[in-house]
């Protein structure tokens, strides 16, 4: 199994930046892919962007491309989301995930608050 700890959020203006940081341990060796997933208030949990564990290539979501990237540290075991160019409808609750193959995600951080002031 493998364990992830999310750390960075926090409040900003809109406009402002946020980095992310996920910090997995444990069954790290054999990930495929990490992802990042918010969840609004009242909203369902949304996809945000993830990157292939072995080769680095990455994904976005459209409501997040050209603004969020991410990218991982393998001799960290880390995995980062940079926020630039934050709007209000970006505050919600991120989660960093794990998963094993192409199947869903089944290992989850404990959520990290984002909040974006107008």
């Known amino acids: 199994q493998v364990q992830l700890v999310e750390s960075g959020g926090g409040l900003v203006q809109a406009g402002g930046s946020l980095r992310l940081s996920c910090a997995a341990s444990?069954?790290?060796?054999?990930?495929?892919?990490m992802g990042w997933f918010r969840q609004a208030p009242g909203k369902e949990r949304e996809f945000v962007a993830h990157?292939?564990?072995?080769?680095?290539?990455?994904y976005s979501a459209d409501s997040v491309k050209g603004r969020f990237s991410i990218s991982r540290d393998n001799a960290k075991n880390t995995v980062y989301l940079q926020m630039n160019s934050l709007k209000p409808d970006d505050t919600a609750v991120y989660y960093c995930?794990?998963?094993?193959?192409?199947?869903?995600?089944?290992?989850w951080g404990q959520g990290t608050q984002v909040t974006v002031s107008s």
């Open positions: 990157i292939n564990w072995s080769s680095g290539s990455a």
């Open positions: 444990g069954r790290t060796f054999s990930i495929y892919t």
């Open positions: 995930a794990a998963r094993y193959d192409a199947g869903s995600y089944d290992h």
